[in-house]
C-alpha cells in the first residue's frame, strides 16, 4: 500500500510559478511510476506529466509542455511538479497519483493505482 500526501499549492498571479511536491510512503516508491493529474470545476480529470520510476522516461501533456517540469527524489520518495508561466486556465486541483508497474509512462487515470488528496492551485488574471 502506498500513501500520497500533496502539498504546494495556493494562490499565484498569471506568469508565476509555483512547485507541487508529493510525498510517498512505503518502501516501493523508486518502482513506482508517478504522475500528476489536475481537475478544474465541471471537468474530468486530465492527465498533466509522468515520470518513470528511473527518471528514464517523462511525458507532458500538450497544455502545460515547455512549462512543467516533473522530477523525482527516490532518496525522499518525493515527487515535484514545478510549474512556471502559470495561466488562469491552469486553474485546478492537483493529484499525484502512482503506478506499481513503474518502467514505463501511462496517461490514463484508471491505469494508477494509488492518489493523493489533492492540493488546490489557483491562477489569477
Known amino acids: 500500500q502506498v500513501q500520497l500526501v500533496e502539498s504546494g499549492g495556493g494562490l499565484v498571479q498569471a506568469g508565476g510559478s509555483l512547485r507541487l511536491s508529493c510525498v510517498a510512503s512505503?518502501?516501493?516508491?523508486?518502482?513506482?511510476?508517478m504522475g500528476w493529474f489536475r481537475q478544474a470545476p465541471g471537468r474530468e480529470r486530465e492527465f498533466g506529466a509522468a515520470?518513470?520510476?528511473?527518471?528514464?522516461?517523462?511525458y507532458y501533456a500538450d497544455s502545460v509542455k515547455g512549462r512543467f517540469t516533473i522530477s523525482r527524489d527516490n532518496a525522499k520518495n518525493t515527487v515535484y511538479l514545478q510549474m512556471n508561466r502559470l495561466k488562469p486556465e491552469d486553474t485546478a486541483v492537483y493529484y499525484c497519483?502512482?503506478?506499481?508497474?513503474?518502467?514505463?509512462?501511462?496517461?490514463?487515470?484508471?491505469?494508477?493505482?494509488?492518489w493523493g488528496q489533492g492540493t488546490q492551485v489557483t491562477v489569477s488574471s
Open positions: 512505503g518502501r516501493t516508491f523508486s518502482r513506482t511510476a
Open positions: 497519483a502512482a503506478r506499481n508497474i513503474g518502467n514505463y509512462i501511462v496517461v490514463a487515470p484508471h491505469e494508477y493505482d494509488y
Open positions: 515520470i518513470s520510476r528511473n527518471e528514464g522516461s517523462t
